[in-house]
T-cell receptor, first 111, second 114 residues
Framework: RKEVEQDPGPFNVPEGATVAFNCTYSNSASQSFFWYRQDCRKEPKLLMSVYSSGNEDGRFTAQLNRASQYISLLIRDSKLSDSATYLCVVTFSGSARQLTFGSGTQLTVLP | EAQVTQNPRYLITVTGKKLTVTCSQNMNHEYMSWYRQDPGLGLRQIYYSMNVEVTDKGDVPEGYKVSRKEKRNFPLILESPSPNQTSLYFC?????????????FGAGSRLTVL
């Protein structure tokens, strides 16, 4: 079983739709959680950290469910520019050394 | 501008011909790391370095070497490249301050080994 699992998609949604991705992790000792965004053939960039109480950044909402060991990302009012691959990232320490990446969920927002 | 710079960005080489992919960061980060990205497998860590002269293996170190003689540079060396090392490579860096576990990535180096 992979340490971090994501539905690879692709998710094809119309502009303005709400879309949600889940990511499950196997290490119950995991401490920190992130969503990174990766545009085609480019480097991953931090989208947002995921806090225990859940957090929101504009149209993006991230949530953590420790009991079920998953994190989620909700995108409201999807824009064409949201088309990308979304990487779930987990670490069981406070260090960048032990970040584990999911293989990503591909999102395409259609006009 | 704070950044991680990798070179070359694209390279086609042949089996057995030694090559080096350079990585340099200007953020005074202690931590640097190399990843490879393959379809369906996500990002896998090759080697990492917590500081100058301190390096350690990641999940897929076979066939690779690294060095960290200066804080800003962390080159990835393929002594005898093989076709299974054809991949997209990313260098990344981060501060090691408590809680600082956000990575800044370079633009990537696409390597093809024939």
């Amino acid at each position: 079983r992979k340490e971090v699992e994501q539905d690879p998609g692709p998710f094809n949604v119309p502009e303005g739709a709400t879309v949600a991705f889940n990511c499950t992790y196997s290490n119950s000792a995991s401490q920190s959680f992130f969503w990174y965004r990766q545009d085609c053939r480019k480097e991953p960039k931090l989208l947002m950290s995921v806090y225990s109480s859940g957090n929101e950044d504009g149209r993006f909402t991230a949530q953590l469910n420790r009991a079920s060991q998953y994190i989620s990302l909700l995108i409201r009012d999807s824009k064409l520019s949201d088309s990308a691959t979304y990487l779930c990232v987990v670490t069981f320490s406070g260090s960048a050394r032990q970040l584990t990446f999911g293989s990503g969920t591909q999102l395409t927002v259609l006009p | 501008e704070a950044q991680v710079t990798q070179n070359p960005r694209y390279l086609i080489t042949v089996t057995g011909k030694k090559l080096t992919v350079t990585c340099s960061q200007n953020m005074n980060h202690e931590y640097m790391s190399w990843y490879r990205q393959d379809p369906g497998l996500g990002l896998r860590q090759i080697y990492y370095s917590m500081n100058v002269e301190v390096t350690d293996k990641g999940d897929v170190p076979e066939g690779y070497k690294v060095s960290r003689k200066e804080k800003r540079n962390f080159p990835l060396i393929l002594e005898s490249p093989s076709p299974n090392q054809t991949s997209l490579y990313f260098c990344a860096s981060s501060s090691t301050a408590l809680g600082a576990n956000v990575l800044t990535f370079g633009a990537g180096s696409r390597l093809t080994v024939l």
